[in-house]
């Protein structure tokens, strides 16, 4: 039986579902990835700890579920966006990865404000200027580890990281490359006037493609570590929210929500759709030629480590009173999370 392997690097959660051919859920797997906390508004993660993750997991669903896991033909992904991780020549990480709640490089906006106008930054990338984007993380690199940016071979994001882990090769889809503010999401291109303006090599980026359109194979060490046949190929896969909406059966007349660590809510168009207001981001999606509007809000499944906290050093069992009604909030939200997770996109696309 030919089965498909779908790896989900979310923020603080990886995970990994096996699935047959009619999208029955065979065995599925997850792990925590700690956030690391680096002072006033710095939050990195372990890329090492990131990799070891993903073979972790794949090699238990690979042992539970032997007969089944020789029919795996096909690795996608689904992922969290705009963090970066810097990698060597040999694509070894230099530092850890700077997470996309990281909010430190609030200079680095203002630098950018010297340059481009807040209007033409959300007109060329689709995003409003703020700390969370790529582009001034890669910055605030530069300016404050410029040891680490110099030796920079390419600037990886988690899903082209794993994927080169996987394939050595470096490739990274529109909906990923579309929250790194150095995106024309106009013309799906990087952009030459963002990269030009700020010195950036525009080869320490990695290749688009389109998701689910390009596919390498494993590579065979690899293939024999994680215990997988070596006629597995790695599918491009996509960001984690426009996975999910996909799941949820989205079009031009539905809109979807998308909750984990983070929420968010989110429409389709058939054309670039720009907010006047300059309030909420647009990106290109996976299907060609379409876009979605994405309105997020920050703190949702990641609201469930800090209950816990609080709980466990006080012992106490927290309630949320909005309107006199007591809210189960997070067991409420998470098992619908759940529910929306089982729906991993577009699988009969990989066979």
């Not at 089944?68 to 530092?95: H, W």
């Not at 990865?97 to 033409?120: G, H, Q, Y």
């Amino acid at each position: 039986m030919r089965t498909i392997l779908a790896i989900d690097l979310g923020t603080t959660l990886i995970k990994a579902v096996l699935f047959d051919e009619s999208g029955k859920i065979i065995k599925s797997a997850g792990q925590k990835l700690p956030l690391i906390n680096i002072g006033k508004n710095g939050i990195e993660q372990d890329p090492f700890l990131l990799w070891e993750t993903v073979k972790t997991l794949v090699k238990k669903i690979s042992k539970d579920t032997a007969a089944d896991a020789e029919g795996i033909r096909t690795i996608g992904f689904s992922s969290q966006g705009l963090s970066i991780i810097p990698v060597d020549m040999n694509y070894k990480p230099l530092c850890n990865m700077i997470s996309w709640l990281d909010i430190r490089a609030v200079r680095e906006v203002r630098e950018i404000e010297k340059k481009f106008t807040a209007r033409d930054i959300f007109h060329i990338t689709g995003k409003k200027l703020h700390e969370s984007y790529s582009l001034p993380k890669i910055l605030w690199l530069r300016n404050n580890e410029p040891e680490v940016y110099y030796r920079t071979n390419k600037i990886q994001l988690p899903m082209d990281y794993i994927f080169y882990k996987l394939t050595g090769e470096a490739v990274i889809d529109h909906t990923m490359a579309g929250g790194t503010m150095l995106y024309d999401v106009v013309y799906r291109r990087w952009s030459k006037e963002i990269l030009c303006a700020f010195n950036i090599r525009p080869d320490i980026l990695p290749s688009i493609k389109d998701a689910g359109s390009y596919r390498a194979p494993l590579i065979r060490n690899t293939a024999e570590e994680l215990g997988l046949s070596k006629d597995v190929s790695v599918v491009t896969g996509a960001q984690d929210q426009k996975c999910a909406a996909i799941g949820a059966g989205i079009d031009e007349n539905t809109a979807v929500i998308s909750i984990g660590t983070c929420s968010a809510v989110i429409a389709e168009f058939p054309a670039p759709v720009f907010d006047e207001k300059l309030r909420i981001p647009l990106f290109s999606f996976l299907k060609k030629d379409s876009y979605v509007l994405e309105a997020v809000v920050t703190t949702t499944g990641i609201f469930k480590d800090f209950t816990d906290g609080y709980k466990k050093t006080r012992g106490e069992t927290m309630e949320f009173k909005p309107d006199k009604r007591k809210v189960e909030f997070y067991d409420d939200i998470y098992r619908k999370y759940i529910e929306l997770e089982k729906k991993i996109i577009g699988w009969k696309e990989f066979f």
